[in-house]
């Protein structure tokens, strides 16, 4: 499974928009990019995906260059209930590895008022 | 719809002690995994199944862990004897093929946070 890259902490303002951006230079042709986001005392939660160009959601939006050897994660407007532990992973979507998660250390969030 | 639950929440032991943690999936998912999460790290796959088949038990220390899902819906973890290392976050998720080809997205329970003295 392709090794992430991404930065271990981030400070932001409450009304910014927050781009993490995530490093994937192996990333396989069936890998998908999965960003997950978890609180303190709570376990992982999905953010996002996708496999090229831009995905958007409620939550956020995900920029995926055409070598796919990176992406970004995009927070419109970020208040402080957005501080929490980013995680980016390419996800396996086919063989034996299918679906698995591999996680790395995320990067830290950080809102200020 | 109920999320992933675990129990308990938290728990304290003695080294060489053992202790077992308890999910249920969400109704419906197949697949159930364990996850063990150190402070400051990132979840680490223990086991994943598939029904009642695990599928991925590489990451398992087989020596003092084992874990079962007999009817293919909730699921232990055990842990005989306990170390001081085994001190973590032990958190379980579930998760259900779709029909499409995307990856499927895992749930996650709130964990079991764990303390061995």
């Known amino acids: 499974l392709a090794k992430t890259t991404q930065p271990i902490s981030m400070d932001s303002y409450e009304g910014q928009e927050v781009n993490i951006t995530c490093s994937h230079n192996?990333?396989?042709?069936?890998?998908?990019i999965t960003w997950y986001q978890q609180f303190p005392s709570q376990g992982p939660r999905f953010i996002i995906q996708g496999y090229k160009t831009k995905v958007t959601n409620e939550v956020a939006s995900l920029f995926i260059p055409a070598d796919r050897k990176s992406s970004t994660l995009s927070l419109p407007r970020v208040s402080l209930s957005d501080t929490a532990v980013y995680y980016c992973?390419?996800?396996?979507?086919?063989?034996?590895?299918?679906?698995?998660?591999?996680f790395g250390q995320g990067t830290i969030l950080t809102v200020h008022p | 719809e109920a999320g992933v639950v675990q129990s308990p929440r938290y728990k304290i032991i003695e080294k060489k002690q053992p202790v077992a943690f308890w999910c249920n999936p969400i109704s419906g998912h197949n697949t159930l995994y364990w996850y063990r999460q150190n402070l400051g790290q990132g979840p680490e796959l223990l086991i994943r199944?598939?029904?009642?088949?695990?599928?991925?038990d590489s990451q398992l220390p087989k020596d003092r862990f084992s874990a079962e899902r007999l009817k293919g819906v909730d699921s232990t973890l055990k842990i005989q004897p306990a170390e001081l290392g085994d001190s973590a976050v032990y958190l379980c998720?579930?998760?259900?093929?779709?029909?499409?080809?995307?990856?499927?997205?895992?749930?996650f329970g709130p964990g079991t946070r764990l303390t061995v003295t």
């Open positions: 199944y598939e029904n009642e088949e695990a599928v991925d």
């Open positions: 992973l390419a996800q396996n979507a086919g063989g034996t590895s299918y679906g698995k998660l591999t």
């Open positions: 998720a579930s998760s259900s093929r779709t029909t499409g080809y995307l990856p499927y997205e895992q749930y």
């Open positions: 192996n990333i396989a042709t069936n890998d998908y």
